[in-house]
């Protein structure tokens, strides 16, 4: 069902750019890989249909990650993206040319998506405003899957009122996504409110004590000082420590499994880039060695093997059970508390020659959280070290987007410095 033209108008002739894993009809959409370098696809995704309906004029696709694979942005096809902040630093990924775009102040908003962090950690790292919505929220029609169990669209700000009106204009029920959700889209603007106090807001305390950088750690304590000050209420509480340890292979196991099921696909034979061969086989395997990033075949052999037959049971169907079982914790913090709030991540955006290896802690794993659980998490910028953005992680229960929202803004409206972005002085409202 289309979505009625809006009367508001308020992202009419506003630009924006979209991650290049977003189908628009004609205009190249290559997930960053060379297997897809020469896609032009036949039909718009649905958030570009609704966008479009909207006014807002989309000027161009931005790099990432070879197909959402990644938290760096080094390895895209049309080389790496650097941070608007320092461009000695990475801008992160998967949605890295989003962010820095945003980031620098040329358009107001972009469209990424996230499957594990690939919103918020580039966001974060650029300092400006990531969300993920809730799983089904927004139609996933015409985007170039990663892993689909995870997989979300969202949206890069630099401001949360920015991101309320965005978010507004692209959630709801598709029916070329089966799974859209048909649970109603609020008001996300007009319902904004700075009034928190009847909040209950839960504190990791075993994932923000793990913060090896203390003046990070002290800005995550201003940010609950603040939250405290508006008047919610702020619980500390631990998350059980034997699932913190293994979020990350859980996800690990089904995002890359997931995605190289999907991507069986791309062999050459059906569509895409095409290498030469003297068997049918061989052509496959020459494709698929020369199409994809070194990085990116890493992924597919690790799905292959948590697929495979008789790993499945010890690799695959074990880290979905875990999956269930980490969901079911999440789910119990919130029958007891609205938001979760977390560092979001161990911290700022890493220089090039270090970011090859970008290392996983707890701190940074807690993201993926977000994705397990399809619940909505937001990344705020909350203050700088040495000169860098730095952030903290907003998560609520799934479709309430709106407290979300609601507590980043109550925040936000106390940040001194909202009105900055990367290079330079200039202000925005
Ligand atoms: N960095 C994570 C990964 O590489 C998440 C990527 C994403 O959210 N697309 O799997």
Redesign the pocket.
Do not use: F, P
């Given at each position: 069902m289309k979505k009625e033209i809006s009367r508001d108008l308020l992202l009419d002739g506003i630009p924006y750019v979209l991650k290049d894993n977003i189908s628009t009809h004609n205009i190249y959409t290559t997930a960053s890989s060379r297997m897809l370098q020469d896609y032009l696809p036949l039909y718009d995704a649905h958030v570009v249909q609704l966008l479009k309906q909207s006014g807002a004029c989309l000027i161009g696709k931005a790099s990432m990650?070879e197909l959402?694979?990644?938290?760096t942005n080094m390895t895209a096809l049309t080389g790496p993206v650097y941070n608007p902040w320092d461009i000695r630093r990475i801008a992160g990924?998967?949605?890295g040319g989003c962010a820095a775009i945003v980031a620098s102040g040329l358009v107001p908003f972009a469209i990424g998506?996230?499957?594990?962090?690939?919103?918020r950690?580039p966001a974060g790292f650029c300092g400006i405003v990531g969300m993920k919505p809730t799983w089904g929220r927004i139609s996933r029609y015409g985007l170039i899957p990663?892993a689909t169990s995870?997989?979300t669209l969202g949206a890069m700000t630099r401001s949360v009122k920015d991101m309320a009106i965005v978010l507004e204009k692209i959630a709801g029920h598709d029916q070329h996504d089966m799974t859209s959700s048909r649970v109603e889209v609020p008001q996300y603007k007009q319902c904004l409110s700075l009034d928190i106090s009847n909040l209950k807001i839960a504190v990791i305390r075993n994932v923000y004590e793990r913060l090896e950088d203390t003046r990070i750690k002290d800005i995550f304590k201003s940010c609950v000082s603040l939250l405290k000050k508006s008047g919610a209420t702020i619980y500390e509480i631990d998350f059980p420590e034997n699932y913190l340890q293994v979020l990350y292979p859980v996800?690990?196991i089904i995002?890359?499994g997931e995605a190289t099921s999907h991507h069986a696909c791309l062999d050459g034979i059906k569509y895409g880039f095409q290498d030469k061969g003297k068997t049918i086989e061989e052509l496959i395997v020459n494709t698929r060695t020369h199409g994809f990033h070194p990085h990116t075949k890493q992924?597919f052999i690790l799905g292959a093997l948590a697929l495979k037959q008789e790993n499945q049971n010890k690799m695959f169907r074990k880290a979905q059970k875990v999956r269930r079982l980490i969901v079911e914790e999440v789910q119990k913090i919130f029958r007891d508390y609205d938001i979760i709030i977390v560092p979001n991540g161990e911290g700022i955006a890493p220089l090039v020659d270090e970011a090859q290896d970008l290392s996983h802690t707890i701190v940074d794993d807690f993201l993926?959280m977000a994705?397990l659980a399809g619940i909505p998490s937001l990344t705020l910028p909350c203050g700088f070290v040495d000169g860098m953005p730095v952030a903290i992680g907003i998560m609520g229960r799934c479709f309430d987007e709106q407290t979300v929202l609601n507590c980043a803004y109550a925040l936000e409206s106390q940040m001194p410095y909202r009105h900055q972005y990367a290079k330079g002085e200039s202000t925005y409202v």
């Open positions: 990650d959402g694979m990644g938290s990924g998967s949605s998506s996230d499957t594990g962090d690939s919103i950690r990663y995870l997989d996800y690990h995002a890359n992924r993926i994705n």
